[in-house]
């Protein structure tokens, strides 16, 4: 099946410091990305959709200039935290839309990544 | 607006039963797609299930199956024969045809007894 990785897994950074996260399709196009941020026993919340080649488009209530999405290519989309701060530790998906294929059948969950910041 | 509500927030079941998880949803598409999902502690998310509106037939998973109740916008998701590796977070999803996101509900904390 399709799988999307997602890197790193794990990663603590100080208060202040930027972090970089990858979200990769491994064996699909994905013209479309998405961003989520999951805190404890709570669903997913969408953080932004990452559009190749274009501007991601965020949810109400995300700081664009905080979490810096590019998706440069087809198969990378990297979310940026920057100026980190405690309050931004959580954990973070992302899913990828295989765009070869028809809608509703068609999208992918990385493995997710724990960020902390000290 | 979309939503998706999951009105039960933790269920637990003895090994070898079976449970079942209430989800509804609200929308104005008539075309869309329905989707239970699985997040084990690991935090992966694993497709359960998937249903499409615009098939009246119950979609079935091995021991997985929903009962698709369109009218009454109800999507339920009922294990047989669970495992004490069904022990996870469920959450039901919808995304319509026309649009570009999923929307989940809260999730259910499902405990296996064993």
């Known amino acids: 099946g399709a799988v999307v990785s997602q890197h790193p897994s794990r990663v603590i950074c100080k208060s202040g410091t930027s972090v970089k996260i990858e979200c990769r399709s491994l064996?699909?196009?994905?013209?479309?990305m998405f961003w989520y941020r999951q805190f404890p026993k709570q669903s997913l919340m969408l953080m932004a959709t990452s559009n190749e080649g274009s501007k991601a488009t965020y949810e109400q209530g995300v700081e664009k200039d905080k979490f810096l999405i590019n998706h440069a290519s087809l198969t990378l989309s990297t979310l940026t935290v920057t100026s980190a701060h405690p309050e931004d530790s959580s954990f973070y998906i992302c899913?990828?839309?295989?765009?070869?294929?028809?809608?509703?059948?068609?999208?992918?969950f990385g493995e997710g990544s724990w960020l902390t910041v000290v | 607006a979309q939503t998706v509500t999951q009105s039960q927030p933790e269920m637990s079941v003895q090994e070898a039963e079976t449970v079942t998880l209430s989800c509804t949803y609200d929308t104005s598409e008539s075309n869309y797609y329905l989707f239970w999902y699985k997040q084990p502690p690991s935090r992966q998310m694993i497709l359960v299930i998937r249903?499409?509106?615009?098939?009246?037939q119950n979609a079935t998973e091995n021991r997985f199956s929903v009962n698709f109740q369109k009218a009454a916008k109800s999507f339920s998701l009922k294990i047989s024969d669970s495992q004490l590796g069904d022990t996870a977070m469920y959450f039901c999803a919808f995304i319509p045809n026309t649009g570009n996101q999923f929307y989940f509900g809260t999730g259910t904390s499902l405990t296996v007894i064993p």
């Open positions: 899913s990828a839309r295989d765009s070869g294929q028809g809608w509703g059948n068609t999208i992918y």
């Open positions: 064996d699909f196009q994905a013209t479309t």
């Open positions: 249903q499409e509106a615009y098939k009246q």
